[in-house]
């Protein structure tokens, strides 16, 4: 994924597309929309999002409820929320210009790369940057902007999966905390061979509704992204 994001950034930059035939360009830009679910889940909120959701689903022992195309589709806008001042930046400096012919389609893929880099940066965490710059054996880096592309992503992706890990312990704890006290009585009461998952899971139920889970899920992913 990397090393297709250098590739497609040195193409526009080089100005080669510009002076292709059109239907070449429709082709070459149907191409590049075979990368955007790849793009969905290491360039934006998605990864994290949707493994946080995963955890609730599991914590609450419900099997397949929510299913899966509610939690894919809840993942999907909530990242369209959360992406949304970076997309606004995005259209502002990059795609209104470019339509209005203000700036070539290199500038234009100049300032988008710029807005998600920030955007990456501040959700990503010195130390898996750093990681990926030793193992690169670059230099260190001067400012933020200047880091790669092919160091930053594998970094923010490494860091997501270990905010979302975190957050999904934390969802875990209370619940875990059910199952052994549902265990503990159903072992004094003699009914040892009652599933304890059976017993538990209203319960649990009932918790996260009382609570309003999901309110509070979705207000602390959110809230988790600076």
Not at 133 to 159: K, W, Y
Not at 211 to 223: E, I, N, R, T
Request: glycine share 6%; aromatic share 8%; proline share 6%.
């Amino acid at each position: 994924m990397t090393e297709s994001a250098d590739l497609l950034s040195r193409i526009a930059e080089s100005g080669a597309t510009e002076s292709l035939a059109p239907h070449l360009q429709v082709a070459l830009f149907m191409g590049a929309l075979a990368l955007l679910s790849t793009a969905l889940v290491t360039l934006t909120a998605f990864t994290r999002i949707v493994i946080v959701l995963s955890f609730v689903r599991r914590a609450l022992s419900t099997q397949e409820i929510p299913p899966t195309p509610v939690i894919l589709g809840l993942a999907l806008f909530l990242t369209f929320f959360v992406m949304g001042p970076t997309l606004d930046t995005i259209e502002q400096q990059a795609v209104r210009p470019y339509l209005d012919e203000e700036i070539t389609g290199a500038e234009a893929l100049t300032q988008g790369s710029l807005a998600i880099k920030a955007f990456m940066l501040n959700n990503t965490r010195k130390q898996d940057l750093g990681v990926f710059v030793d193992l690169a054996g670059i230099e260190a880096i001067q400012t933020p902007a200047d880091t790669p592309m092919r160091i930053l992503i594998p970094a923010f992706v490494t860091s997501e999966l270990k905010t979302a890990f975190i957050m999904g312990f934390c969802i875990y704890v209370p619940f875990l905390l059910i199952d052994l006290v549902v265990s503990i009585v159903l072992m004094s009461l003699g009914m040892m061979m009652m599933p304890p998952v059976v017993v538990s899971t209203p319960f649990k139920l009932l918790l996260f509704v009382l609570v309003d889970g999901w309110q509070l899920v979705v207000q602390g992913l959110s809230l988790s992204f600076s």
